[in-house]
C-alpha cells in the first residue's frame, strides 16, 4: 500500500504561481504514470497534467502552457509548477500514481489551490 501527500496548495492572486508536491510513504518503483487531477466544487475531477515513466508529459488544454509536471525521487515523485493561475484553477488537486505491472491507481487526499483577488 502506498499513501500519498500533496502538499503547497493555498491562496493565491490572478497571476501568481504555486508548486505543488506529491509525497509518497515508502519509495514507489514501477510507476507506470504520475499525475495531477483536480476537482472543484460541484464538478467531476479532470485530468490536469500526466507523465509517464519515460518522462511523456500529457496537458489539458486548459493549463498548457501555463503548469509544468515534472519527476523527481522515488520518495517525492512528481510536481506540479503552476504559473499565470487564473481563478478557474481554483479547485481540490489530486496526485495520482498508476502502477506498471498491476494498474493500481494511488490517489492523494488533495490540496487546495484557490486563486482569487
Do not use: H
Not at 519509495?27 to 483536480?38: D, P, Q
Amino acid at each position: 500500500q502506498v499513501q500519498l501527500v500533496e502538499s503547497g496548495g493555498g491562496l493565491v492572486q490572478p497571476g501568481g504561481s504555486l508548486r505543488l508536491s506529491c509525497a509518497a510513504s515508502r519509495n514507489i518503483v514501477n510507476i507506470a504514470t504520475l499525475g495531477w487531477y483536480r476537482q472543484a466544487p460541484g464538478e467531476q475531477r479532470e485530468l490536469v497534467a500526466t507523465i509517464t515513466n519515460r518522462g511523456s508529459t500529457n496537458y489539458a488544454d486548459s493549463v498548457k502552457g501555463r503548469f509544468t509536471i515534472s519527476r523527481d525521487s522515488a520518495k517525492n515523485p512528481v510536481y506540479l509548477q503552476m504559473n499565470s493561475l487564473k481563478p478557474e484553477d481554483t479547485a481540490m488537486y489530486y496526485c495520482n500514481a498508476k502502477m506498471l505491472f498491476t494498474g493500481t491507481d494511488y490517489w492523494g487526499q488533495g490540496t487546495q489551490v484557490t486563486v482569487s483577488s
